[in-house]
């Protein structure tokens, strides 16, 4: 099982930055796949999930209706698309999966539910 993200780099505030997740080794139209993000010393913040039985989304609070996650299941790719980035959007974003149940029923936020991770990318915001 693999997931690699890419599409990250620096944006000036305001901009739009969209961020891929490209998965392999697993049945891609199963799992849920997460977007989450760490800046240094913070905690992880789940920023978007998408489920694959129902296409059912969910955003952090503070994303929501600027972030945008979607799958295209014949390229195996989940994406997040970012509009009006803020400064505070800056961090190391990770796509994540498992691959054993659709979705985490202990918790959205469950990271440990999450077996499988991408490497990181980073998302630099310039004002």
């Known amino acids: 099982v693999q997931l690699v993200e890419s599409g990250g780099g620096t944006v000036q505030a305001g901009g739009s930055l969209r961020l891929s997740c490209t998965a392999s080794?697993?049945?891609?139209?199963?799992?849920?796949i997460a977007w989450s993000r760490r800046a240094p010393g913070t905690e992880r913040e789940g920023v978007a999930w998408?489920?694959?039985?129902?296409?059912?989304?969910r955003y952090l609070d503070s994303v929501k209706g600027r972030f945008t996650i979607s799958r295209d299941n014949s390229k195996s790719t989940v994406y997040l698309q970012m509009h009006s980035v803020q400064p505070e959007d800056a961090a190391t974003y990770y796509c994540?999966?498992?691959?054993?149940?659709?979705?985490?029923?202990?918790?959205?936020?469950?990271?440990?539910?999450?077996?499988?991770w991408g490497q990181g990318i980073q998302v630099t915001v310039s004002s």
């Open positions: 994540a999966t498992d691959v054993d149940a659709p979705f985490p029923s202990s918790g959205w936020d469950d990271w440990g539910w999450y077996d499988y």
């Open positions: 080794g697993f049945r891609f139209d199963y799992s849920a």
């Open positions: 998408i489920t694959f039985k129902d296409g059912i989304t």
